[in-house]
């Protein structure tokens, strides 16, 4: 049972961070591999916080998402310049410098030691320090950042976004300010990966800079491309699929000294025949 609720942990934190990168890539159409950067944000900022002073877990949840905007406002107005694939470099730039900073800067991060010690949350009388209080915990999360990005979808703000990924220069002649469209659901969505780094955080009770490295940015790019780009619903349906699919893979009878590799080549096999059959994704509206 600990092992369920630690995949469905595990399912909570992903989906998040799926819902929110659909925001910019599905929704706003922009493709931006920078996302494991805010997550190690959100997870850093918590993880300094609970080990060095007495602020608590849901303050550090706050001040990871402020930490979050204020980087993603600075490196958005950089970004709001290009488009395309130069859009994409940027981002990848951008992971590449933060991933360095989680590297390097010992006497803040400990650097590739990690920080361990990090406290669990607490909240009145209920302690989050059993993994089952931990899951409502996250899932609440989860169904908030979901309300609020659904939200963003339906509003009019949300149709600007996908009147932006369809047609920029149209929009532009409506009078639509899109830069500031493009760095506003940028900001938003990476507070909402930095809730998730702070949920890694306080539930490993240990991190490192691995967690945050660029193949983390494009695993969370898979799982919104895989379960379907523009559909949030897509979004967590890809999380769960690529959470729980290495996973059941474990159960299939593979001889005991290829196992491993066996199973990561059906995991690639797997992949590649859904992107093949189904280009937009499980469930998507969008192709990019």
């Known amino acids: 049972m600990e092992y369920l609720i630690h995949l469905a942990i595990l399912f909570s934190i992903y989906a998040i961070l799926g819902v929110s990168l659909n925001l910019v890539v599905g929704y706003t159409g922009l493709l931006s591999v920078t996302h494991a950067a805010f997550y190690g944000i959100g997870a850093y900022t918590t993880a ?11 303050s550090s949840v706050i001040l990871g998402i402020i930490v979050a905007i204020a980087l993603s406002f600075l490196i958005g107005v950089v970004l709001s310049k290009f488009k395309g694939d130069y859009y994409a470099i940027g981002t990848f730039g951008f992971n590449t410098i933060i991933f360095a900073i ?8 400990m650097g590739p030691f990690g920080i361990p010690g990090i406290s669990k949350p607490e909240l009145l009388s209920i302690n989050f320090a059993n993994n089952f ?5 996250a899932l609440i999360f989860l169904g908030l950042i979901y309300f609020i990005a659904r939200f963003i ?29 493009k760095l506003a659901i940028f900001s938003i969505s ?36 895989l379960g379907g780009l523009a559909n949030l619903r897509g979004a ?25 590799q066996m199973r990561q080549v059906v995991y690639g096999v797997i992949l590649i025949l859904v992107m093949l059959y189904r280009p937009q994704g499980l469930i998507g509206e969008y192709k990019l």
């Open 153 to 181: 979808t339906k509003s009019p703000f949300g149709r600007v976004l996908k009147a932006i990924r369809e047609d920029e220069k149209a929009i532009v002649v409506f009078g639509y300010n899109t830069p500031y469209f």
């Open 190 to 225: 990476a507070a909402m990966a930095a809730v998730a780094g702070s949920l890694f955080a306080s539930y490993l009770t240990f991190i490192d800079p691995s967690s945050f490295r660029l193949m983390e940015s494009a695993f969370i790019l898979a799982i919104v491309i």
């Open 48 to 58: 300094i916080l609970l080990t060095k002073t007495g602020v608590g877990f849901f």
């Open 236 to 260: 967590i349906l890809g999380a769960l699929f690529l959470i729980l699919l290495p996973e059941i893979l474990r159960f299939v009878g593979f001889p005991p000294d290829i196992a491993a």
């Open 102 to 109: 989680f590297l390097n800067w010992q006497n803040l991060t």
């Open 133 to 137: 209080n931990f899951l409502v915990l």
